[in-house]
């Protein structure tokens, strides 16, 4: 298990995790990989210096953002991301949960809506991997 939001999704730890997984014996074409739960993109928006910093990295970045017509700020596909970032590396199997974090407030926390609400606290998640 892996946790990469968008730092760690452009810095490398999709594909360091990957590579670590290889050293242990593991085969590309053996792995499935799945982005869990995450901020949508509907919900995820950022400033225009933050998509300006994934172009700086890569112009082709831009199908990852989208502009909403009220505020004109960009929005970001987080989830996408990180899928295209596997598959460029060749994992065939990459797929991303349908979860909105953000918005799904029965189910998940989110920093950043309890932030937007004035909430004090934004609990905590937990994940597991199973191999049989």
Not at 1 to 29: D, F, K, P, Y
Request: some cysteine; overall charge neutral.
């Amino acid at each position: 298990a892996a946790h990469a939001g968008w730092r760690g999704a452009v810095g490398g730890i999709l594909e360091n995790t990957i590579e670590s997984m290889r050293s242990l014996g593991a085969q590309r074409r053996h792995i499935t990989a799945v982005v869990g739960p995450c901020i949508g993109q509907d919900n995820y928006e950022v400033g225009p210096e933050f998509h300006e910093q994934f172009r700086s990295v890569d112009a082709d970045y831009d199908v990852f953002f989208k502009h909403h017509e009220e505020t004109k700020n960009p929005h970001f596909n987080l989830s996408g991301f990180a899928v295209s970032r596997l598959e460029k590396i060749g994992i065939q199997k990459a797929l991303s949960l349908p979860f909105c974090t953000y918005e799904n407030t029965t189910q998940f926390f989110s920093y950043r809506r309890n932030t937007h609400k004035s909430v004090a606290d934004y609990g905590r998640q937990i994940s597991a991997i199973v191999i049989n």
